[in-house]
């Protein structure tokens, strides 16, 4: 029996007790080279400058979310658009979080989505991919909404201190997005209440670095026909604890549980 216990932890993060990498992160859409000097958008300026009451001189964080991190300071120099200018000190590229984790949901109703999105990324999940199950009310045009959840993703990645967004996939039909799943060599469970092992149980069969994916149903559930097809293709059925949860909940316990 093999445990994912002997990863380390900290791969998709610069530890915040090394100098110049804990300051303050902020978000570019490419990190420069070391030595040159860039720009950073109005919205990030106004959060070093005025919320944290940053200075010129002060450190900060450049990342891109796809692992390119650069240690930075502050200058009073404006480019010709009026945007403040950093000056790269340093840069590195982090590896991201291994194994890596999917959380394969039914979309909440409402705008539970965003929280839903938020909370996994600040759980360290890896690839998010809506799923339409038999019993999910889905809005199609929340799923448009792509430069929103965007957004979204890249601040919590921020908050968190990730070097890499989790990847935001566009999902299907619940067996198709499974059977795409267990080709790409993923480990799967599925979240179920009744005849359920414990996830971390779960967790602690597979091998270090093997990809897995929890399968999160509607507040309905999943129904049987559903369950017995994912039991086909090898899914596990996992328990998250003795309560049932809402979906985005049930999402962020699932996170957790895989990164613990």
Same mark, same amino acid.
């Given at each position: 029996m093999s445990s994912d216990a002997s990863h380390t932890p900290s791969a998709d993060a610069?530890?915040?007790? /090394? *100098?110049?990498?804990?300051?303050?992160?902020?978000?570019?859409?490419?990190?420069?080279? @070391?030595? @040159?000097k860039a720009e950073?958008? /109005? *919205?990030?300026a106004r959060h070093a400058f005025g919320a944290r009451r940053l200075s010129a001189g002060d450190s900060v964080v450049l990342f891109d979310g796809a692992g390119s991190l650069a240690h930075a300071r502050l200058t009073e120099e404006r480019s010709r658009s009026g945007d403040f200018l950093v000056e790269v000190i340093e840069t590195r590229l982090a590896p991201p979080l291994l194994p890596v984790t999917t959380i394969a949901f039914a979309v909440p109703k409402g705008d539970r989505l965003s929280t839903l999105l938020d909370m996994t990324t600040q759980a360290g999940v890896s690839r998010l991919i809506p799923v339409v199950?038999? /019993?999910s009310v889905v809005d199609a045009e929340k799923l448009d909404r792509s430069a929103r959840w965007q957004r979204i993703l890249a601040e919590a990645t921020k908050v968190s201190k990730r070097a890499w967004t989790p990847e935001l996939l566009s999902g299907g039909a619940l067996l198709e997005v499974a059977h795409a799943e267990r080709a790409r060599g993923a480990a799967i469970a599925v979240a179920h209440t009744a005849d359920a092992i *414990?996830?971390?149980?779960w967790r602690?069969?597979?091998?270090?670095? @093997?990809?897995? @994916?929890?399968?999160i149903g509607p507040?309905?559930?999943?129904?049987?026909?559903?369950? /017995?097809?994912l039991r086909a293709l090898g899914a596990a059925v996992v328990s998250l604890g003795p309560c049932v949860m809402r979906v985005e909940t049930a999402c962020v316990a699932a996170a957790i549980a895989l990164r613990s």
């Open positions: 610069i530890a915040s007790s /090394r *100098d110049g990498w804990s300051s303050l992160w902020l978000h570019v859409e490419v990190v420069p080279s @070391t030595g @040159t950073i958008g /109005r *919205d990030e199950c038999a /019993r *414990d996830l971390a149980s602690s069969t597979l091998p270090a670095n @093997t990809p897995r @994916t929890i399968f507040e309905g559930g999943f129904e049987p026909s559903e369950l /017995r097809a």
